[in-house]
């Protein structure tokens, strides 16, 4: 009881030295380097902020940018030393360079600039430097670097590690690039291995380059973007970083062939997002849980040895990816059990008539999301059904429902889906073809529990978050029809349907947000 109030009492200073905190920055005081001294009428008045201890003032300013932190310093003897505890501290080139730095940009489609007219990029990384020699005997639990290192000399590099590693810094995000562009600074693990406490890694804008013979313990999460990866650089990471449960890799130039595969890897999550010239990519990792692909190029993808493998999510912009994601996929990973696919919906539809039954035969959660292209015939979708006998979550949307066909007959046979628990179909319009696909699922599941069909669309952003998009509800005309089509098809007694007509926008997760006026909830 005790332990709950001292939680309590902490959580109520703590938002009332934030919306202190914020009364300021919005008033201008820490923005300016202001502080004006409250008027005598109000000097009987109670200071909460000076009440506080340190900590959370240090954390109140952990939220605000660099710049307008470190003003705090003018604000009191008290305050003239916290902001170098800070522990999350972010910097670009406009907080290092301060008054050179130019803030009008390049035209869009300049040719030709001269980089020193811009930024001192000499300047940019001892100042980097020297500010963060004002936090020794501190800690940092994350470092954001956004600046320019186009002609950083590998002394110079080494000096910022270093002292990013006398920090503890456990978190750390460095873009080698601004506005400008990408830098031609190489980097590799070594250069990380003077920071020991090292946990998570954002790196981008520069070229990532292989090394050997350098053992990191520490380092858990790997997040590579735009950067130019050359051979084995990759191959580098997974020899070196021995204890590497994640890693990200998006918008870059790789190899034509990557290797996934080491004798210790404890690799746990793997992303490869629209990178260009990979051509082929090699699975050997026993540890592997989940796998996430998007790409507008044919990849051959090779799984020699992923016993653990349970969860896939692809996103494909070539109808020849589509087949083996429809056939091959099952043969390859006979244990997969989640499977998230994103695909044009005419490509789907060609691909799904050579499938075989009981293809996927552990298979428990489908989200099919098919976008673009003409309507298509959901009924088809019947025989993808049969493949998962075990399905027992099925996440359809319907994003390629623009413009409304024709009628599609009904057709009189249903086979029975034993398992099937969920359903939800999103980007329902109300077409002769969706709503006699929802009649179907109703009329097979026997064991089903809940559907929602929902009018807004449904977006993948990846890393198994959806993202939703308002769209122009039903009339009533059609809210009436689709109740009344749907109402009693159920054969299972505990089915519960919803008729959702709108969705709150930007929703990232799984639950769709909804109240009792938005909705028709019927059994």
């Known amino acids: ?12 200073a703590v938002s009332a030295a934030a919306i202190a905190a914020f009364f300021l920055y919005s008033k201008g005081y820490l923005r300016h380097g202001i502080f004006k001294k409250k008027p005598s009428s109000q000097s009987g008045k109670k200071d909460i902020i000076s009440k506080l201890p340190d900590d959370i003032l240090v954390s109140i300013i ?28 972010k910097l670009d080139c406009r907080d290092l360079l301060g008054s050179r730095y130019d803030r009008h940009r390049p035209p869009k489609f300049t040719v030709y600039f001269d980089e020193d007219k811009f930024h001192d990029t000499n300047l940019v990384i001892v100042s980097a430097i020297r500010f963060l020699r004002l936090r020794f005997g501190s800690t940092i639990r994350y470092f954001r670097l956004s600046c320019c290192f186009y002609k950083v ?44 406490s090292l946990q998570y890694l954002k790196l981008s804008l520069c ?25 084995g650089a990759i191959e580098s990471i997974f020899s070196n970083c021995l204890v590497l449960r994640s890693l990200r890799i998006g918008n870059c130039k790789c190899p034509s062939k990557l290797c996934f595969k080491g004798p210790n890897l404890q690799l746990k999550s793997l992303c490869i997002n629209d990178c260009k010239g990979v051509n082929s990519i090699e699975f050997d990792v026993s540890n592997l849980v989940l796998f996430e692909f998007s790409g507008r190029e044919m990849v051959d993808f090779i799984f020699e040895h992923v016993p653990q493998l349970q969860s896939i999510s692809f996103y494909t912009f070539k109808e ?33 008539k050579s499938m075989g039954i009981n293809m996927f035969n552990d298979l428990r959660r489908l989200d099919l999301s098919l976008y673009t292209g003409p309507q298509i015939d959901l009924l088809l979708l019947t025989s993808f059904l049969r493949s998962c006998p075990l399905l027992q979550e099925f996440h359809l949307n319907t994003n390629f429902v623009d413009i409304i066909g024709p009628e599609v007959k009904k057709r009189e046979v249903v086979i029975i889906h034993s398992e099937l ?23 097979s599941a026997m064991c089903l529990e809940k559907m929602v069909v929902s009018r807004c669309l449904k977006k993948y952003t990846g890393s198994a978050r959806w993202r939703s998009r308002f769209e122009t509800p039903w009339s009533e005309e059609m809210r009436r029809t689709i109740h009344a089509r749907l109402q009693g098809k159920a054969i299972s007694e505990a089915a519960l349907v919803v008729i959702q007509y709108h969705t709150t926008a930007h929703i990232e997760d799984d639950n769709w947000g909804r109240t009792e006026d938005d909705c028709k909830i019927f059994a």
């Not at 520490?218 to 973007?225: E, G």
């Not at 006979?334 to 789907?348: E, I, M, Q, Y």
């Open 207 to 231: 070229t990532l380059v292989p090394i050997s013979n350098t053992q990191y313990s520490s380092l858990q999460i790997i997040w590579l973007s735009h950067l130019k990866i050359k051979d």
């Open 62 to 89: 952990s939220h605000l940018p660099a710049k307008c932190g470190i003003k705090t310093s003018v604000l009191s003897n008290r305050w003239w030393n916290l902001y170098r505890y800070m522990s999350t501290v």
């Open 153 to 196: 000399t590998p002394d110079q590099l080494k000096e910022f590690f270093c002292t990013l590693g006398s920090l503890r810094v456990e978190k750390l995000a460095l873009s080698c690039g601004c506005y400008l562009r990408a830098s031609v600074v190489e980097l590799s693990v070594y250069n990380l291995s003077q920071i020991t």
């Open 421 to 443: 628990k969920k359903m939800e179909i999103s980007g329902f319009v109300g077409t002769e073809n969706e709503i006699e696909f929802a009649a179907y699922i109703l009329k």
């Open 1 to 12: 009881m005790i332990c709950c109030k001292k939680v309590g009492l902490s959580l109520l």
């Open 320 to 352: 020849n990816n589509v087949p083996y994601a429809c056939s091959r996929l099952a043969k390859d990973l006979p244990r997969l059990k989640s499977l998230t696919f994103v695909a044009r919906g005419n490509h789907f539809q060609r691909s799904v």
